[in-house]
Nanobody, 127 residues
């Protein structure tokens, strides 16, 4: 059973930074591709950043490219999202998600491909 738990959310002013963490409980973390999604009430859950199981490949949505960085620690079973130059439109609940690399869907931008989800952490950016 794979369990994910996010932390690090909070309130920050526009232009500030936050780092989200996701602790993953699984024996073979390096066999899971990971992602960050975000969601605001009444809207779909959108992908933010994705990273391959070994951390070699990653991608970002256009809205966060150049401001956010996804990374992972395959020894500590952690996933990170460093968020810089935050904007009010970044306000959302952020979720980490994972899928098995063997599924063939690594680096998928579709939430439907992800099997495992955390409970979410709120990020609020004020002007």
């Amino acid at each position: 059973q794979v369990q994910l738990m996010e932390s690090g959310g909070g309130s920050v002013q526009a232009g500030g930074s936050l780092r989200l963490s996701c602790a993953v409980t699984v024996d073979t973390y390096n066999k899971y591709c990971m992602a960050w999604f975000r969601q605001v009430p009444g809207k779909e859950r959108d992908w933010v950043a994705i990273i391959s199981n070994q951390g070699v490949n990653s991608d970002y949505s256009d809205s966060v490219k150049g401001r956010f960085t996804i990374s992972r620690d395959n020894v500590q079973n952690l996933l990170y999202l460093q968020m810089n130059s935050l904007k009010t439109e970044d306000t959302a609940t952020y979720y980490c998600a994972g899928l098995a690399a063997r599924s063939g869907n690594c680096l998928s931008k579709s939430s439907s491909h992800y099997t495992y989800w955390g409970q979410g952490t709120q990020v609020t950016v004020s002007s």
